[in-house]
């Protein structure tokens, strides 16, 4: 997303040297999450908003650094994506499905916004001979699709979401497949910092602390490039390290 003013100071609470790091996740929004806050309406009310769409497009139009070209060269160095079968969590304005929908087998783009979704449906009207489906899902519930994709490709998303569902986000993504490509804000500060006003909800994280998660979550990085996009937009490619049936085994 554009970027904005630098967040809140993060406040280190729940952050400890032995503490599980869904925990501090968890203690650090808890202790900042202000009293009877939505974060889910609120980002929802962002992204439906005509007016965050517009600036959107201007700002990706007119910015030649805008952060898609730059997720573009890390998908297209960490990723086959001719013939594969991808889903894209998080959509909004669907410039990852514009660019590989046509080369990939198969394309899922889900949203949990139906606005989101109608107007990426509307954009992709003029595509239509990409392999693209759209489909409407809450990725902080438990999701089971019965299909395994070649990669999740969650482009900051994860970041706009209750900390406190990581863990499901995460088996989930895990559920769909073997590989994650993330892009994720991330933050020199120790831990993380939560931000409630930008966006209805930004997470960003140290890249210590997407280690830590990612790890705790049974993935192995492959590639980490933190503050690759305009100091701030970080990519990852992970891979599950612990099988899933052992786990179930265990
Ligand atoms: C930061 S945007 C990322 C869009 C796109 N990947 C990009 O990089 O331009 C986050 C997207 O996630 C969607 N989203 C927010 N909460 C969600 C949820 N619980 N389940 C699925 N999608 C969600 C929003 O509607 C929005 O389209």
């Not at 009293?35 to 992204?47: C, H, M, T």
């Not at 700002?59 to 086959?80: C, G, H, M, R, T």
């Not at 499901?168 to 831990?191: C, G, I, P």
Request: net charge negative; charged share 25%.
């Amino acid at each position: 997303m554009p970027p904005t003013a630098p967040g809140r100071q993060n406040s280190q609470a729940g952050t400890s040297a032995h503490a599980d790091v869904l925990d501090q996740l968890r203690a650090l929004y808890e202790a900042e999450c202000p009293p009877g806050y939505e974060l889910q309406e609120s980002v929802d009310a962002f992204y439906r908003s005509d007016e965050f769409w517009e600036r959107f497009l201007q700002w990706i139009e007119q910015e030649p650094a805008a952060y898609p070209a730059s997720d573009k060269a890390f998908v297209e160095s960490a990723l086959p994506v001719d013939g594969a079968h991808i889903i894209n969590v998080g959509t909004f304005y669907p410039w990852a499905e514009i660019e590989w929908g046509a080369r990939a087998a198969g394309w899922i783009g889900l949203d949990n916004n139906p606005h989101v979704l109608a107007r990426a449906g509307a954009v992709l009207g003029d595509y239509p001979a990409h392999h693209v489906s759209l489909m409407q899902a809450d990725i902080t519930e438990p999701l089971d699709l019965g299909e395994r994709f070649d990669c999740v490709l969650d482009l900051s998303t994860l970041d706009q979401l209750d900390p406190r569902k990581y863990r499901t986000v995460l088996e989930n993504y895990r559920r769909l497949s073997d590989q994650l490509v993330l892009a994720y804000d991330a933050t020199r500060l120790t831990f993380a910092e939560y931000e409630f006003d930008e966006c209805g909800f930004t997470a960003r994280m140290n890249p210590d602390t997407i280690t830590a998660l990612l790890g705790r979550m049974g993935y192995r990085i492959v590639d980490h490039r933190p503050f690759a996009c305009l100091d701030r937009r970080s990519y990852v490619l992970a891979v599950q390290h612990v099988r899933r049936e052992d786990e179930e085994r265990s």
